[in-house]
């Protein structure tokens, strides 16, 4: 399948930074202009059917997620558009806010008209410093056009979107993190339920959704739920863009109709391996993704054929390795992250991280017995389901899957002392 | 390196910008993070005075703004380099040859990471976090700007060129 331009089409075109070049040459706005006319409960059923499905990393369907903020709670409902962007091998809502931020924009209006919300906040990244200014400066702009403000577009709807930044914290991506970093407070995730669509920020309803989610719903809104269920495959509705990184000619975040195939997207649209290598192993969904083998990987990008395989889609991360790679040194640098980024709120996962990363050092070090590599088996299981929030899985998979599937490489260190892969990584030239 | 001041005040037209902040969130303390990315921003780094100084502006205990501080990553706590350097080594950049520009960095500013150099010029660090930059892997950051693709060559014509 040919990538696709849904929502991709400007990357890297300055015009479209715009509002008017967006009104004029996008139908920009329209979306917004034809939500207005619908009531919010048709809109809500339209994104139903559109199969649209969270592309932050779990991917629920955003209809039903919107369907859950209670009707008359009496309190404000609020919209947090997720922007951390964290997940390791993830990087497209950068593109979406840097380079078509008045897509974001449409769709962050028609969201907060169907959930009923006056004001939406944008969580970003710290180090997202020039996304964070291309992306204000639009927003500034549509304050001015009258896109934004006491009276959106000229209707009877008050609308105000404000950036969050943040300050350096993997965790805050995580939802309920996120919504404790909102209201000025270290971002320890919650316990769930409640959920945040009950109760959210500030104690009151909040849909949190990631930007190319929010960024995909004007396209929806004008063409139809249906059109855009059936670019994509079953359950799985649309195109979504997908970040190819690692050992590939064309690194680069891509647009997919989901259900294209895996293969397809790294050996067509990513260029293949580079110096003609084989491929050894993908990480297809962000870090957090339980590694497939190279034959594994012979599967389509899609929501339910990814589970299938034995992993996850995840935030769309596609992260390969060739031959040479050692696997034992890759998770390790996979585990170091865990381990510097558990908020440390629960025993498992603080103390499991640190333990898996001190035992990785150690075989990389040529110490490690060769009981260790059970050992770290059975720590990620404990791992598992005794945690507020998914980081602790999202730690223990990789070191489950890198294990199960290499096996060989980490017996081989745990009793050799060195690497059975020859490592020859280098600086591309 | 910045100086180490016995006392903080925001400027007011820093102050003014709190203010709006504040305006944003149905609680004072959810200007938490603006408030003190421009105190950063004045200062350079938080000491206990900005702390201080952030806990009235908000209204809250200043435990309240200590516990942030030091949860969150970006925020100093001492006082760092007039440029900062960020080198991701999260799995893409490495799979690209981080290692080599982190042994690069280490020997060209004499200093490991996590350190300044001698001149207080630039404080770096090797940092574990993905930055959202992978398809340009290896990457840093330096100050706001993102830097793609790095060689050792490329790392020295950038380190001439913006920290001169
Ligand atoms: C540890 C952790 C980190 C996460 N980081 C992000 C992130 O950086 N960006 C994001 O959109 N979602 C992230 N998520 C997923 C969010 O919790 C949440 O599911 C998502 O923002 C919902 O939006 P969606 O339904 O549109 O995908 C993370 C989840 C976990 C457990
Ligand atoms: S699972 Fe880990 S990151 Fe999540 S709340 Fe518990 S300690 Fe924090
Ligand atoms: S791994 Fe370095 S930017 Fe993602």
Redesign the pocket.
Known sequence: MPLYTLISKDFYNEDARDANWYKQNRQGFEGAEKAFEMSPEDIISEVKTSNL????????P?GI?WGFVPKDSGKPIYLAV??????PG?FK?KYIMTWDPHRLIEGIIITCWAIKAHVAYIYI?GEYVRPYEHLQRAIDQAYEEGILGDKVMGRDFKLDVYIHRGAGA?????????LESLEGKKGW?RLKPPFPAVVGAFGSPTV???????AHVPEIIKQGGQWFADLGCEKNGGTRLMCVSGHVNKPDVYEIQLGTPLYELIYDHAGGIVDGKKMKAVIPGGS?AKVLTAEEADCDCSIEALQAAGSMLG?GGVMVMHEDTCMVKALQVITSFYAH?SCGQCTPCREGTGWLLRTLNRLLRGDGHPSDVDTMLDLSGNMQGTSI???SE?AAWPVESFILKFREEFDYIARHGRSMVAEKQSVPA | MSEASETFEFTSQNLERCQDYLKRYPTKQAAMLPVLHVAQEQHGFISKEVETAVAEVLEVPEVEVHKVVTFYTLFHRHPVGRHQIRLCMNLACWLRGSDCIKAHLEEKLGVASGGTTSDGKITWEAVSDCMGACEDAPMMQLDKDYYDELTPEKVDQILEKETA
Request: hydrophobic letters at 30%; a negative charge.
């Open positions: 499905r969270g592309l932050g990393g779990a991917g629920f955003t997620k997720n922007a951390d962007e964290s997940e993830t809502d990244r993997y965790i805050c991506g995580e939802e309920t993190g996120l995730p949190v959704n990631n930007v190319e989610t929010i957090s935030s980024e929030c998914a980081l999202a």
